[in-house]
């Protein structure tokens, strides 16, 4: 049974910077893809983050610059870093482990962890 744990959330000053953790289970972690969706209060799941299993990278272009996923296969942990935050980045972050980055929404999901930034 694949299960995903997120970590790192919290209340951050805008500006500030938090760094998010997803820790793999079950799954063949290596290969898969990885990413980071956010949900903001009334407002649809969007796709922040993705990595591919070989290290290929894409990101919204409301985070490009200031947000950093990264992988770690030996840890079966994928991470979020998130610099020069901003109110609107408040939102849940869920964690999605899938075959590619453009079938995340239909594999596997973390519970979600909160990120506030304050104004």
């Known amino acids: 049974q694949v299960q995903l744990v997120e970590s790192g959330g919290g209340l951050v000053q805008a500006g500030g910077s938090l760094r998010l953790s997803c820790a793999a289970s079950?799954?063949?972690?290596?290969?898969?893809?990885m990413g980071w969706y956010r949900q903001a209060p009334g407002k649809q799941r969007e796709l922040v983050a993705g990595?591919?299993?070989?290290?290929?990278?894409n990101y919204a272009d409301s985070v490009k610059g200031r947000f950093t996923i990264s992988r770690d296969n030996a840890k079966n942990t994928v991470y979020l870093q998130m610099n020069s935050l901003k109110p609107e980045d408040t939102a849940v972050y869920y964690c999605?482990?899938?075959?590619?980055?453009?079938?995340?929404?239909?594999?596997?999901w973390g519970q979600g962890t909160q990120v506030t930034v304050s104004s």
């Open positions: 999605a482990e899938g075959i590619t980055i453009a079938t995340l929404a239909f594999g596997y």
């Open positions: 079950g799954s063949i972690f290596s290969i898969n893809a």
């Open positions: 990595i591919t299993s070989g290290g290929s990278t």
